[in-house]
């Protein structure tokens, strides 16, 4: 998502600096999972919905790095953003057996903050002076899944300049967009 740093004239921290937000959607814990390694991007050798999810939060996230890199010296900065874990219409849909979705719904008592919450990181990332570019911005709470938002560790091997590089590579080959101005 980019967002301007200007909005209906308000004038806002770091006004005049082009944001690039990524929104890592909820699931810095499907980064993490075993499936989603970087192999197979269009799922050609097979498809599983929480193995493409996974693997498309991983890529927002390398991405990312990899433009705040191409990005550093400049007055720009990107940033990847994910809110957690929160309680929203999606997990209604996640799952179709009623065991899965009893899971679900016990998850979303004890582990899961808000919708309301899950917005935070994206408002800091956005206006906060302190949002560096390359920063990953999450909830500070329990296991990521919710709280105050603030810069987090990336998942392992997600900053790897070497995967950042190829992953730009293989987008520009399978999207047939370039952005001259940004190569490395």
């Given at each position: 998502m980019l967002a301007s740093a200007r909005t209906s004239?308000?004038?806002?921290?770091?006004?005049?600096?082009?944001?690039?937000?990524?929104?890592?959607?909820?699931?810095?814990?499907?980064?993490?999972?075993r499936s989603a390694g970087?192999?197979?991007l269009m799922s050609e050798r097979g498809y599983r919905p929480m193995s493409a999810y996974a693997k498309s939060k991983r890529a927002n996230i390398v991405f990312t790095q990899e433009l705040a890199r191409r990005l550093g010296g400049s007055a720009h900065r990107a940033l990847a953003v994910h809110p957690g874990s929160a309680v929203t219409n999606l997990q209604r849909h996640t799952f179709t057996r009623r065991m899965g979705r009893l899971l679900v719904a016990l998850a979303a008592r004890t582990l899961m903050g808000s919708a309301d919450g899950a917005a935070w990181p994206s408002l800091y990332a956005a206006t906060h002076p302190d949002a560096a570019n390359g920063a990953f911005i999450g909830?500070?709470?329990?296991?990521?899944?919710?709280?105050?938002?603030?810069?987090?560790?990336?998942?392992a091997g997600a900053?790897?300049?070497?995967?950042?590089?190829?992953?730009?590579?293989?987008?520009?080959?399978l999207t047939g967009v370039t952005f001259p101005a940004l190569q490395a």
């Amino acid at each position: 998502m980019l967002a301007s740093a200007r909005t209906s004239g308000q004038r806002l921290p770091g006004e005049g600096i082009a944001h690039a937000l990524d929104e890592a959607e909820g699931d810095v814990i499907a980064a993490t999972w075993r499936s989603a390694g970087l192999t197979d991007l269009m799922s050609e050798r097979g498809y599983r919905p929480m193995s493409a999810y996974a693997k498309s939060k991983r890529a927002n996230i390398v991405f990312t790095q990899e433009l705040a890199r191409r990005l550093g010296g400049s007055a720009h900065r990107a940033l990847a953003v994910h809110p957690g874990s929160a309680v929203t219409n999606l997990q209604r849909h996640t799952f179709t057996r009623r065991m899965g979705r009893l899971l679900v719904a016990l998850a979303a008592r004890t582990l899961m903050g808000s919708a309301d919450g899950a917005a935070w990181p994206s408002l800091y990332a956005a206006t906060h002076p302190d949002a560096a570019n390359g920063a990953f911005i999450g909830p500070a709470g329990r296991d990521q899944t919710s709280g105050t938002p603030k810069p987090v560790p990336l998942p392992a091997g997600a900053g790897s300049p070497d995967l950042g590089a190829w992953l730009w590579r293989e987008s520009e080959r399978l999207t047939g967009v370039t952005f001259p101005a940004l190569q490395a």
